[in-house]
T-cell receptor, first 113, second 113 residues
Framework: EAQVTQNPRYLITVTGKKLTVTCSQNMNHEYMSWYRQDPGLGLRQIYYSMNVEVTDKGDVPEGYKVSRKEKRNFPLILESPSPNQTSLYFC????????????FGNGTRLTVT | GENVEQHPSTLSVQEGDSAVIKCTYSDSASNYFPWYKQELGKRPQLIIDIRSNVGEKKDQRIAVTLNKTAKHFSLHITETQPEDSAVYFCAAIMDTGRRALTFGSGTRLQVQP
């Protein structure tokens, strides 16, 4: 089944404790991206990747890192999480650029205390 | 960068009525305009999209119209049903070097039985 898989679905952590949210797609998509969703703000892009070893900042990249060592994986890293990073995170992929339909993962609800 | 404004933020209609959600965008270079539906607790999913070389696109009860001159596009849902209740997001992509899909802030549609 074609899908984008995110893990974990729920995560509660404390300020400053490094964490990684994994994202994997099995559709051989070139384009992958991370979004955060906050009430009233819609979906805001954190980082995106056009292909392996090619990443770029989105609208809200501060406090986040990503890597794209393999085509299928695009982990989101929070080196030192803070409470303002409490949010619902979505990974998404598409065949080529962001102008192709996006396939979203199920989301990761992160709480930083 | 691109800015997408979406209205209204909430919309309540009676079952069988029509619903219209409007979005405006700022960058005339945008050429791809998708709409995503997000049911409660689920991932966003593409429901319809339109490219700048057409003015209207229909898919059963859903249609999208685009006015490039005015830089706005709209989602039309006819004969609404309770299962249409969800949050709807419009988006636009500014494909001028920085390939980032910018989302509107979302419209919560409630269809009353």
């Amino acid at each position: 089944e074609a899908q984008v898989t995110q893990n974990p679905r729920y995560l509660i952590t404390v300020t400053g404790k490094k964490l990684t949210v994994t994202c994997s797609q099995n559709m051989n998509h070139e384009y992958m991206s991370w979004y955060r969703q906050d009430p009233g703000l819609g979906l805001r892009q954190i980082y995106y990747s056009m292909n392996v070893e090619v990443t770029d900042k989105g609208d809200v990249p501060e406090g986040y890192k990503v890597s794209r060592k393999e085509k299928r994986n695009f982990p989101l890293i929070l080196e030192s999480p803070s409470p303002n990073q409490t949010s619902l995170y979505f990974c998404a992929s598409s065949l080529r650029t962001g102008s192709s339909p996006l396939h979203f993962g199920n989301g990761t609800r992160l709480t930083v205390t | 960068g691109e800015n997408v404004e979406q209205h209204p933020s909430t919309l309540s209609v009676q079952e069988g009525d029509s619903a219209v959600i409007k979005c405006t965008y700022s960058d005339s270079a945008s050429n791809y305009f998708p709409w995503y539906k997000q049911e409660l607790g689920k991932r966003p999913q593409l429901i319809i999209d339109i490219r700048s070389n057409v003015g209207e696109k229909k898919d059963q009860r859903i249609a999208v119209t685009l006015n490039k001159t005015a830089k706005h596009f709209s989602l039309h849902i006819t004969e609404t049903q309770p299962e249409d209740s969800a949050v709807y997001f419009c988006a636009a992509i500014m494909d001028t070097g920085r390939r980032a899909l910018t989302f509107g802030s979302g419209t919560r549609l409630q269809v009353q039985p």
